[in-house]
């Protein structure tokens, strides 16, 4: 056992870390964090949390797996199948997160506990509900003190939800650059003069900007004065009212109306369907990604027959539909995330490591991408070996639909620009694709231009 | 902008006011750190009313939806 088994994300808190061993994955607990963990489990605040399916449950492990003669206890965390990013997220999945986050708070207060950290890396998507995943960020609450992680909720949640409101939903982008959440001063300086007239938001984000500016180069002699327990009780009622008043509207995207602006007859989309769900049901894939899922409804397919399945699109406003379909219908099985596959999101962090790439948190058993394939190689100039290439890495079995140049849509991506894709045919297709992969099956689809390919990864 | 710019002395004062003895560290940064503490006892107090507020409606509600349920259960 080496260090490079440590999870690379997990090496700030000195309470404990993550692990692999087997392929499975473990949380070494530290001595440091003992005390802690101990209350955690005596108050009853985790079967509280683990009940009401807001923390990750766990089962203590052998102690002989931990990876360093500090170790209190080795658990053995659920896996969520597939870490996301905030990034990733649409603006209801930041909220909800964000909600989940401070009834978390609330609850460790009442057992005499409170979070130490409020990253939104903490939540994760798990059976379709927000859940923290970090079990050693509770630390028992001592009479008095501030909430440590109050900057950090700003940061990670109130600002970034502001933004998107007030000014851009795309400004969850922020979290690319900004591995800490969105600066409180860069906020303050985005956000509409309008939003000083919410005391919510004047209190929580501009005064707090002004705050952190006007103590940062001060040797400040430090309050004596506490925080009584209620008014920490007020602080986080007050940031769930805030977060909760925060709402916005999906609409006006290219995308937002996308299926009500194909150009499918309802007897292709029947086929398109047919061929799709045989595939699923004939290759059995354990897990499917579906690239540029648009609202889900091809990625249902696969998450209807109870395959975990990731819905990737571009568009915040299909991801956010797709989204609150899923949790109107309670969906446990399909996870709707923002991706950009043209500059699919990177490693960020410390070495590049702290979180995971796109490809890195692949390869996908099956990989979906229907009506995709014109946007990567005429809007984005991608030669198709290139994208054969991408699919390689990204997956084991491919549906890709191949839309010919003669497809109208194609014909409106071609209106206004040089066609300077000689390239771009069904035979170049095939025969770029063939160097990757095994060609299992082609449909035609009825009534369309369009055809359905089966592929399957070559060892090379 | 006024607004704020015109908060910022009163705010300094209630900070001023509050610091005392010294302590070598702060944690998370200063200016959250006592801006929370500012805030946190303004909310609490908001907090301890609507609490009460919620106690009164919920015990109002309980007496008229007693009496509405007398009178549809009145025979009569």
């Not at chain 1, 209801?92 to 990253?119: P, R």
């Not at chain 1, 600066?183 to 209190?203: G, N, V």
């Not at chain 1, 969906?331 to 070495?351: A, R």
């Not at chain 1, 490809?359 to 979906?368: C, K, L, N, T, W």
Request: proline share 5%; glycine share 4%; charged share 20%.
């Amino acid at each position: 056992m080496t260090l490079n088994d440590k999870q690379s994300g997990s090496f700030r808190d000195p309470s404990g870390f993550l692990f692999f061993r087997d392929g499975l994955l473990y949380r070494q607990v530290n001595t440091y964090y003992k005390e802690n963990y101990d209350f955690l489990i005596g108050s009853g605040l985790y079967d509280k949390l683990v009940k009401e399916n807001l923390l990750i449950p766990h089962e203590e492990a052998d102690p002989d797996y931990a990876l360093s003669g500090q170790a209190y206890k080795v658990i053995k965390p659920d896996r969520v199948p597939f870490i996301s990013y905030p990034y990733e997220w649409c603006f209801s999945q930041l909220k909800d997160a964000a909600l989940t986050t401070l009834k978390i708070q609330k609850i460790a207060l009442d057992y005499g506990m409170s979070l130490k950290d409020c990253s939104a890396y903490n939540i994760q998507f798990y059976n379709g509900k927000p859940v923290f995943i970090d079990t050693l960020s509770f630390e028992k609450y001592k009479e008095g003190e501030p909430w440590v992680a109050y900057r950090q909720f700003c940061q990670h949640f109130l600002a970034p939800l502001a933004l998107m409101k007030y000014k851009d939903v795309r400004l969850n982008q922020l979290f690319r650059i900004y591995i800490d959440g969105v600066p409180l001063d860069l906020a303050a300086s985005l956000l509409p003069f309008r939003t000083r007239f919410s005391f919510s938001l004047l209190s929580h984000i501009h005064i707090h900007a002004k705050s952190q500016k006007h103590y940062a180069d001060k040797a400040v002699k430090p309050v004596h004065r506490q925080v009584k327990k209620f008014a920490l009780l007020g602080l986080v009622d007050n940031l769930q009212t805030a977060v909760n008043k925060i709402t916005w509207k999906a609409a006006g995207t290219e995308w937002g109306d996308y299926y009500q602006d194909t150009n499918y007859s309802s007897s292709a989309q029947r086929h398109k369907m047919e061929i799709i769900k045989t595939c699923i049901e004939k290759y059995k894939p354990r897990n499917v990604w579906d690239l540029g899922a648009n609202n889900g409804f091809f990625s249902r397919i696969a998450s209807d027959s109870d395959i975990p399945t990731i819905a990737f699109d571009i568009d915040p406003v299909a991801v956010e539909l797709d989204y609150l379909e899923c949790r109107q219908k309670k969906e446990t099985q399909l996870l709707p995330l923002l991706l950009d596959l043209t500059n699919p999101s990177p490693g960020i962090g410390w070495k590049n490591k702290e979180r995971m790439s796109f490809i890195e948190r692949g390869p996908a058993d099956m990989v979906m991408a229907l009506a995709l394939i014109h946007h990567l190689a005429i809007s984005n100039n991608v030669p198709l070996i290139n994208i054969a290439e991408f699919f390689h890495n990204t997956c084991k079995t491919l549906i890709i639909e191949f839309v010919p140049k003669n497809d109208s849509q194609v014909q409106r991506l071609l209106a206004t620009r040089e066609d300077i894709f000689p390239h771009y045919t069904q035979q170049d297709f095939e025969k770029n694709f063939s160097g990757y992969f095994d060609i299992l099956e082609s449909h035609s689809i009825n009534e369309s231009e369009r055809t359905l390919y089966l592929l399957q990864r070559k060892a090379i | 902008m006024k607004y704020v710019i015109r908060f910022s002395p009163v705010f300094i004062f209630l900070l001023l006011l509050n610091t005392q003895n010294a302590y070598a560290y702060l944690d998370p940064g200063t200016g959250s750190y006592i801006l929370q503490i500012l805030i946190a006892s303004l909310l609490g107090a908001a907090f301890a009313v609507k609490i009460f507020w919620q106690k009164i409606t919920t015990s109002l509600k309980k007496i008229f939806s007693k009496n509405a349920g007398e009178q549809t259960n009145d025979p009569e």
